[in-house]
């Protein structure tokens, strides 16, 4: 899995560095605690053009942030020789434009300059829609998302919509998928849902790998609260391995 981590990540540095990838100054982050700070530096400063949507905002709650300094102080650890090394999780870095996590290829560009922008950060006001960080740990083949649910997202009233739901499983199960096996399509997403998630709540989102047979891979995926007492939903999901034509051409 590490080699897959491995250029999943170059992949971002190579395409953070393009002078195809566009600014957003409104979206910057103004005053964020020191370990946020690091972290927004650590391993990706080349992106400091593009906006990571994954960092703290000031819409972001006690709990959020409470989560975002627990797993974000795992990310680093020091020996104990003084030295600082990397933690059991990873923190991923999240931009608008699906094809930043691309690597590359003749298609890039073209594409690159349409209108194309990822579901889940296309809107602008901090807080009113997706708010959510990923976290992976490559050894658990675990992934972790922190989520909190803005009031664009309403379901049944005061409550968040399902489609909403099933947009972030796919989004953590998807993103786990690709770590884990390279380029993939879903091919199958099973959700049961167990229990309202109320608007403005923070949920964690867990994944975790079932196993891999051929191009498929299996994924199962619960949502809980932050102290884990209550069951949101429990979900599987199916990915099968494409060509990255197949992604880019639909061939
Ligand atoms: C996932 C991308 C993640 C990118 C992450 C980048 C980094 C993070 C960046 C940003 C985060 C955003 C993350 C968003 C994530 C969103 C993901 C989506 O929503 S994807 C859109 C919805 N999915 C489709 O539109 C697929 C449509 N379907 C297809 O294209 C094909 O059906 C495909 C590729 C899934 C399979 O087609 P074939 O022709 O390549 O392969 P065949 O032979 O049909 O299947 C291969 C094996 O899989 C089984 N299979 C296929 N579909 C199945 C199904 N529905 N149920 C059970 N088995 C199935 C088959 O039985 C076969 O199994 P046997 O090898 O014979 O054992």
Same mark, same amino acid.
Request: hydrophobic share 35%.
């Given at each position: 899995?590490?080699?897959?981590?491995?250029?999943?990540?170059?992949?971002?540095?190579?395409?953070?560095?393009?002078?195809?990838?566009?600014?957003?100054?409104?979206?910057?982050?103004?005053?964020?605690?020191?370990?946020?700070?690091?972290?927004?530096?650590?391993?990706?400063?080349?992106?400091?053009?593009?906006?990571?949507?994954?960092?703290?905002?000031?819409?972001?709650?006690?709990?959020?942030?409470?989560?975002?300094?627990?797993?974000?102080?795992?990310?680093?650890?020091?020996?104990?020789?003084?030295?600082?090394?990397?933690?059991?999780?990873?923190?991923?870095?999240?931009?608008?434009?699906?094809?930043?996590?691309?690597?590359?290829?003749?298609?890039?560009?073209?594409?690159?300059?349409?209108?194309?922008?990822?579901?889940?950060?296309?809107?602008?006001?901090?807080?009113?829609?997706?708010?959510?960080?990923?976290?992976?740990?490559?050894?658990?083949?675990?992934?972790?998302?922190?989520?909190?649910?803005?009031?664009?997202?309403?379901?049944?009233?005061?409550?968040?919509?399902?489609?909403?739901?099933?947009?972030?499983?796919?989004?953590?199960?998807?993103?786990?998928?690709?770590?884990?096996?390279?380029?993939?399509? #879903?091919?199958?997403?099973?959700?049961?849902?167990? +229990?309202?998630?109320?608007?403005? %709540? &923070?949920? =964690?989102?867990? /994944?975790?790998?079932?196993?891999?047979?051929?191009?498929?891979?299996?994924? #199962?995926?619960?949502?809980?609260?932050?102290?884990? +007492?209550?069951?949101?939903?429990? %979900? &599987?999901? =199916?990915?099968? /391995?494409?060509?990255?034509?197949?992604?880019?051409?639909?061939?």
């Amino acid at each position: 899995m590490s080699t897959h981590l491995g250029r999943f990540l170059r992949g971002f540095r190579s395409l953070g560095s393009s002078p195809l990838v566009r600014t957003h100054p409104s979206a910057r982050v103004s005053s964020r605690p020191a370990s946020v700070r690091a972290i927004a530096t650590f391993p990706l400063s080349i992106f400091s053009k593009s906006r990571d949507y994954s960092l703290p905002n000031s819409s972001w709650g006690p709990e959020m942030m409470q989560l975002y300094e627990h797993y974000t102080s795992q990310c680093e650890v020091e020996t104990a020789a003084g030295e600082k090394v990397g933690g059991p999780w990873k923190r991923l870095p999240s931009y608008n434009r699906s094809l930043k996590y691309a690597t590359g290829g003749v298609y890039l560009s073209k594409i690159i300059q349409s209108k194309a922008r990822l579901f889940t950060r296309n809107i602008r006001e901090v807080g009113a829609a997706f708010e959510y960080v990923l976290f992976v740990n490559e050894k658990e083949q675990r992934c972790l998302c922190l989520f909190q649910a803005g009031h664009l997202l309403e379901g049944p009233p005061g409550n968040v919509h399902g489609g909403a739901i099933a947009t972030m499983i796919d989004t953590v199960t998807g993103t786990h998928a690709t770590i884990l096996s390279g380029p993939v399509m #879903t091919a199958n997403l099973n959700i049961n849902y167990r +229990s309202p998630i109320p608007l403005g %709540s &923070t949920v =964690l989102i867990e /994944s975790a790998l079932e196993k891999k047979e051929g191009r498929k891979t299996f994924v #199962t995926c619960k949502v809980t609260s932050t102290n884990g +007492s209550k069951v949101h939903t429990e %979900s &599987t999901a =199916l990915f099968v /391995s494409i060509n990255v034509s197949h992604l880019l051409l639909g061939q």
